[in-house]
């Protein structure tokens, strides 16, 4: 089993930056895929990024690429996510995920485990 905790969310305006943070805990990490994901309000949640705790493979969202990156710190067990040149579209609140067995990365139904959630709010 996987615990995960999400932190590092706030207030920020349009163009900044956030890092998020994943604190994981889990005797059996380096076998699972990370994933964040987002929530709108009135809007489904949306994959954003993922990436295999073992391994340096990563994937993203089209509407991220190149703007946010997915990294992890094995000696903390934590995953991050660096925002740069964040949008008022990016606010939400922010899911981390971690999922043992997985098909598709960018499927939610597919992660196991959850957190509670932070909120990003991007003003213009």
């Known amino acids: 089993q996987v615990h995960v905790v999400e932190s590092g969310g706030g207030l920020v305006q349009a163009g900044g930056s956030l890092r998020l943070s994943c604190a994981a805990s889990g005797r059996t990490l380096s076998r699972y895929t990370m994933g964040w994901f987002r929530q709108a309000p009135g809007k489904e949640r949306e994959f954003v990024a993922a990436?295999?705790?073992?391994?340096?493979?990563?994937y993203y969202a089209d509407s991220v690429k190149g703007r946010f990156t997915i990294s992890r710190d094995n000696t903390k067990n934590t995953v991050y996510l660096q925002m740069n040149s964040l949008k008022p579209e990016d606010t939400a609140v922010y899911y981390c995920?971690?999922?043992?067995?997985?098909?598709?990365?960018?499927?939610?139904?597919?992660?196991?485990?959850w957190g509670q959630g932070t909120q990003v709010t991007v003003s213009s």
């Open positions: 995920a971690a999922a043992l067995r997985i098909g598709n990365w960018a499927f939610a139904r597919e992660y196991d485990y």
């Open positions: 990436m295999r705790w073992n391994f340096d493979s990563t």
